[in-house]
């Protein structure tokens, strides 16, 4: 069977505008998998490297499914052509596939046809450069293979999580990104000019979550929220995509046991749907498949001795991900001092020190969920809002929650960078996310 371009027998169909719309290309990576050993195909895509010889050129091609071998030689009447082909130009073409040891990937196509779409400067990224300088070309960087990889395995966790919720018949629901109060504390509120109002960018959904559980009772979201992060770490972003959800009737127990089911569904779901990504990337994949609960539950005052501290310290980056490290496995930290945590978050009957929520620590990233079962009582939550100094003004919306058939209810919030860190086994949240943003970067 002969595929693409060569569908038009004729010439002008090949060197024309056609290209785009009617011509079945084939993606790179099917080659690669030995689909169509022996076969014309065509393909189009970038040049990933070159080596121009007198007796025969080599360009590597890719495309968004992998990376292979075409070769040219001076008979071909696409010779001058090819030799205009610089990195990163574009290309359309058609050939044999045959197998060869001797190319990266196994395979190699002898071009037939050639059509060279955007021939490309001499292109900046060259070997050896620093992350500095690959963030400030990040709109050229994402076209690298590691970016490309952590690109698919990211967009796969996101299909993941729908998947999950499709499972359990929950909804997805949105809520608005200007709000009028802090949800997680002021000190990280993005403070906004809105019409003749101050307003805040949302730090996360939760506070409309917990209206909209008593019209639908299991809800989701995946959607940008905002940190004025001062603080500059491997893991936090100005801008980060975050996973919520909250259920109604949902204890602080069952919650935990919700997120342990989550995270191991998305876990087999990424490593059976972007096998050939993460290995490539160098992860464990069958670590990935067989990867399963139950997470160790450690209350924060075992967590504080562990780490030689007092009542009151508030754990480093460093610190969670010493212990995860030491364990092996992830780790619930929970039962934490009131007064470290949200003012939503209920108390614990048991130890009205602590509250019922809990971070989940995963290994080599550290804190990447962060939930609770929230007050439902009315009293509780204006005391807690007295507590906190928050103004019950701002919160009286909130408050009427408590009036009309209040429920006990939990939820959780989940950085989908810090679960793409983990997974890709990336070391920085900034290579999780096409354009971070973070105190200094807002450029490109
Ligand atoms: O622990 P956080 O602040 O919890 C909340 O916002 C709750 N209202 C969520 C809820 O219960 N619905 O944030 C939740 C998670 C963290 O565990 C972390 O993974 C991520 O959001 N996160 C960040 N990710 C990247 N950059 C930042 N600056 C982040 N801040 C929080």
Excluded: N
């Excluded at 690109?151 to 966790?157: E, F, Y």
């Excluded at 100005?238 to 919700?258: D, Q, R, S, V």
Aim: glycine share 6%; charged share 30%; aromatic share 12%.
């Amino acid at each position: 069977m002969i595929y693409g371009i060569l569908d038009s027998a004729e010439e002008k169909h090949f060197k024309g505008e056609r290209i785009d719309k009617s011509m079945k290309f084939v993606p790179i990576g099917e080659i690669l998998k030995g689909e169509h050993t022996g076969k014309k195909v065509a393909i189009r895509g970038w040049v990933h490297r070159e080596r121009k010889q007198k007796a025969v050129s080599f360009f590597l091609l890719r495309d968004d499914s992998g990376i292979v071998q075409t070769a040219i030689k001076p008979e071909s009447k696409y010779w001058d052509e090819s030799q205009k082909l610089t990195i990163e130009s574009s290309a359309a073409i058609e050939g044999t596939v045959k197998e060869d040891k001797r190319a990266p990937g196994g395979y190699e196509i002898s071009v037939d046809k050639l059509e060279v779409v955007g021939v490309a400067e001499r292109y900046p990224i060259t070997k050896d450069q620093s992350e500095e300088f690959l963030r400030d070309v990040r709109h050229l960087w994402i076209r690298s293979r590691k970016m490309t990889l952590v690109l698919k395995i990211r967009a796969a966790v996101f299909e993941a999580v729908h998947e999950f919720y499709k499972q359990k018949g929950y909804f997805e629901i949105q809520s608005p990104s200007f709000t009028g109060s802090a949800c997680e504390g002021g000190s990280t509120l993005f403070e906004v000019k809105y019409f003749d109002q101050k307003a805040y960018l949302t730090q996360s959904w939760q506070l409309y979550a917990e209206a909209m559980i008593f019209s639908l009772q299991k809800i989701y979201c995946i959607a940008p929220s905002y940190r004025a992060e001062k603080s500059r770490t491997r893991r936090h972003l100005a801008e980060y995509w975050h996973h919520e959800m909250e259920t109604a009737w949902m204890g602080f127990e069952e919650l935990m046991g919700f997120e342990e089911e989550m995270i191991t569904f998305i876990a087999h779901y990424v490593a059976e749907k972007c096998e050939t990504d993460l290995k490539e990337l160098g992860r464990d994949v069958e670590a990935l498949k067989k990867f399963k609960g139950p997470f160790i539950r450690m209350r924060y005052e075992e967590a504080i001795k562990i780490l030689g501290q007092k009542w009151g310290y508030d754990l480093t980056d460093e610190d969670e991900r010493k212990l995860v490290a030491d364990a092996g496995k992830p780790i619930f930290l929970t039962h934490f001092p009131r007064e470290m945590k949200a003012f939503y978050m209920k108390v614990d009957q048991k130890d009205r020190r602590v509250v019922l929520g809990a971070d989940l620590l995963m290994p080599g990233v550290g804190e990447t969920i962060g939930g609770s079962e929230r007050i439902s009582d009315s009293k509780e939550l204006e005391d807690s809002l007295k507590l906190f100094k928050l103004k019950k003004e701002d919160y009286s919306w909130y408050m009427d929650l408590r009036k009309y058939g209040t429920v006990p209810h939990s939820g959780f919030g989940l950085g989908m960078e810090r679960l793409v860190m983990w997974l890709a086994s990336a070391e920085h949240i900034m290579d999780t996310i096409p354009f971070p943003r973070t105190m200094t970067r807002l450029y490109p």
